[in-house]
């Protein structure tokens, strides 16, 4: 009895993170820690003015600073409700005003990515490409060439197969940007996300055209054998990516 008598007088005084630790030291310890009323001392550290009402806003005191009291971090995504199975996407690509790529890409192939490598790319992008991290690249089928010295854009559209709905991923954006160190052609256009998340914006879509190694890129022409598009300033995994297709602005 002494015992129970020390420690409902030291449980008041502890932290929040401490309390929860002496309620694994043993089942007495536990039973006792379990008591609200410690768990409402927490609270009224850090959040005096909740303790005003009569009771808490959550279940128990307990579970308000369990959910609360820290921030969380590397949350899970719940399953998405699209899936590349229902998705097809339709890439345009013109040299000024010709038209030099035009396909309609399963999601499915876009997911997949691209199993056999060409011959004749550069180690850089063998590497990149050769990386477990998610990617979606699909072939250029048939190949095509784009000329330097001329303004390359591209579209991209994406439907789904469930409810005939289609959305807007790049609106003739212009190649505006080559790496020639890495390969690749790089375009981006800003996502029309739904009116359903007002407060979500600047979040870009990039499409690469990924081109063969050449001795001399000055020659005027550039072989694409790949198209890969990413939304790396946000989505990194295929959950990401599909939630993020979510919420687009479907029509």
Not at 126 to 139: A, E, F, N, S
Not at 201 to 214: E, P, Y
Request: charged share 25%; proline share 6%.
């Amino acid at each position: 009895m002494l015992c129970e008598e020390i420690l409902k007088n030291v449980f008041p005084l502890l932290e929040g993170e401490d309390l929860a630790a002496c309620m694994g030291v043993s089942k007495q310890w536990r039973d006792i820690a379990s008591d609200d009323f410690y768990w409402k001392c927490q609270c009224a550290k850090r959040w005096p003015s909740v303790c005003k009402r009569h009771k808490p806003p959550a279940e128990t005191y307990y579970k308000m600073y369990q959910m609360f009291s820290k921030r969380r971090v590397n949350r899970s995504l719940p399953p998405p409700r699209l899936s590349f199975e229902n998705l097809e996407f339709f890439i345009d690509i013109w040299s000024e005003d010709k038209l030099v790529f035009s396909g309609l890409i399963p999601g499915v192939a876009l997911d997949s990515g691209m199993k056999t490598l060409p011959s004749g790319i550069s180690n850089v992008l063998r590497t990149h490409l050769g990386r477990p991290d998610y990617k979606m690249v699909v072939p250029a089928e048939p190949r095509f060439t784009i000329p330097l010295n001329q303004s390359v854009s591209v579209s991209l559209l994406v439907a789904r197969n469930d409810s005939s709905k289609v959305a807007r991923i790049i609106n003739r954006s212009v190649f505006d940007y080559i790496d020639r160190s890495s390969y690749r052609a790089l375009a981006f256009e800003y996502l029309d996300l739904s009116p359903y998340y007002p407060f979500i914006s600047g979040i870009r879509a990039w499409i690469s055209l990924l081109f063969m190694d050449v001795e001399d890129m000055n020659d005027g022409l550039l072989d694409v054998f790949g198209i890969q598009l990413d939304f790396n300033d946000v989505a990194d995994t295929k959950d990401e990516v599909l939630w993020l297709l979510d919420m687009l602005d479907w029509k």
